[in-house]
């Protein structure tokens, strides 16, 4: 079982970039699709962006396009996820997910495997 751990988060300016890393445990990560979702308090976790197993295809949530970047490098086994022109509106506590069958989906039951997050603040 892949294990995941995010990094990165940190109190930021708007304006300002982040870029967040999702370190897997071994190389099985290279043939999962990843993803990343947010959750603000009193929300549901939503779905930023997501990258298939070879990282070719990438799909992002409208309110991201543009602003943020999905990676991925294999020989490190780690996902990124750059952010730039953060907004208030993206403070959240963001989580990476790996999906077994190598697809991205932006669908939170569809993933098998999560991290424990990483807390982003954003002040005006």
């Not at 370190?23 to 930023?48: C, H, I, L």
């Not at 070719?56 to 952010?83: C, E, P, W």
Request: glycine fraction near 12%.
């Amino acid at each position: 079982q892949v294990q995941l751990v995010e990094s990165g988060g940190g109190l930021v300016q708007a304006g300002d970039s982040l870029r967040l890393s999702c370190a897997a445990s071994d190389g099985t990560f290279n043939y999962y699709a990843m993803g990343w979702f947010r959750q603000a308090p009193g929300k549901e976790r939503e779905f930023v962006a997501a990258i298939n197993w070879g990282g070719g295809t990438t799909y992002y949530a409208d309110f991201v396009k543009g602003r943020f970047t999905i990676s991925r490098d294999h020989a490190k086994n780690t996902a990124y996820l750059q952010m730039n022109s953060l907004k208030p509106e993206d403070t959240a506590v963001y989580y990476c997910a790996a999906r077994r069958t190598g697809v991205q989906s932006t669908q939170p039951i569809s993933y098998d495997y999560w991290g424990q997050g990483t807390q982003v603040t954003v002040s005006s």
